[in-house]
């Protein structure tokens, strides 16, 4: 995959407050409705703006990713949280103990697709409380990036999540096939990340906060 450069110092840290890495366990749910998208492309371009900001510093950046629509009918016929397959729940609470939430869905209909939204409507209320969230988007043109304002960040008010100050979207025209080409797109995903990086890093270095964060979700 074609990827832009960014900017690193050499031999600068982060970790400026004299903390000890750790690793950041980062979840991307996919609200692609497609095994191959452009939501895809860009999530993983994302990552990737992750690994080489933060690994520099002794950060490890572990990553899984939830495909709403792999979940099959044990999630979409799910009308509320009690009583989901175990298989479901263990999915659910995997998103909701994540360091940093990466939430992607093309746009479909001026919104996010209806399985992205059903993955959330069994999310647990409070669960996201505070979880940094970066929103990201895909659609046709660029009048969709108001996806990102005008729904998902909404609806991670609901939730009390702390959603990056910068979103991320791009366009059809910004890849060639599902590969993310437009430098631009590429410096808006590494603002996304510097932007909050101290706080990414004291995530990171936090011994047990994913599994608080579990206990809490459960």
């Known amino acids: 995959m074609t990827t832009a450069a960014l900017t690193h110092t050499p031999g600068r840290d982060v970790l400026t407050d004299g903390g000890t890495p750790g690793t950041l366990h980062v979840v991307v749910v996919n609200g692609s409705p497609s095994e191959k998208s452009k939501t895809v492309g860009l999530t993983e371009v994302v990552v990737d703006?992750?690994?080489?900001?933060?690994?520099?510093?002794?950060?490890?950046?572990?990553?899984?990713?939830?495909?709403?629509?792999?979940?099959?009918?044990?999630?979409?016929?799910?009308?509320?949280?009690?009583g989901v397959a175990p298989e479901v729940d263990a999915v659910l609470q995997q998103a909701e103990s994540a360091d940093l939430l990466i939430a992607a869905t093309p746009v479909f209909r001026g919104s996010y697709t209806g399985l992205f939204k059903h993955f959330f409507d069994l999310v647990d209320q409070y669960a996201l409380?505070?979880?940094?969230v970066?929103?990201?988007?895909?659609?046709?043109?660029?009048?969709?990036?108001?996806?990102?304002?005008?729904?998902?960040?909404?609806?991670?008010?609901?939730?009390?999540?702390?959603?990056?100050?910068?979103?991320?979207?791009?366009?059809?025209?910004?890849?060639?096939?599902?590969?993310?080409?437009?430098?631009?797109?590429?410096?808006?995903?590494e603002m996304a990340?510097?932007?909050?990086?101290?706080?990414?890093?004291?995530?990171?270095?936090?011994?047990?906060r994913t599994a608080d964060q579990a206990a809490r979700a459960g």
């Open 129 to 132: 409380a505070n979880t940094p």
């Open 193 to 208: 990340v510097r932007d909050v990086l101290p706080l990414l890093v004291a995530a990171a270095a936090e011994p047990g």
């Open 49 to 82: 703006t992750l690994r080489q900001v933060l690994e520099p510093s002794g950060i490890t950046v572990h990553t899984s990713r939830i495909d709403v629509y792999r979940l099959g009918e044990q999630f979409t016929g799910a009308l509320e949280r009690e």
């Open 134 to 189: 970066l929103l990201a988007a895909t659609g046709g043109g660029e009048h969709h990036a108001l996806v990102l304002e005008h729904a998902l960040r909404p609806l991670f008010g609901f939730f009390q999540a702390m959603t990056l100050p910068v979103a991320v979207f791009a366009s059809s025209g910004d890849f060639d096939g599902t590969t993310l080409l437009t430098p631009r797109v590429y410096g808006r995903i």
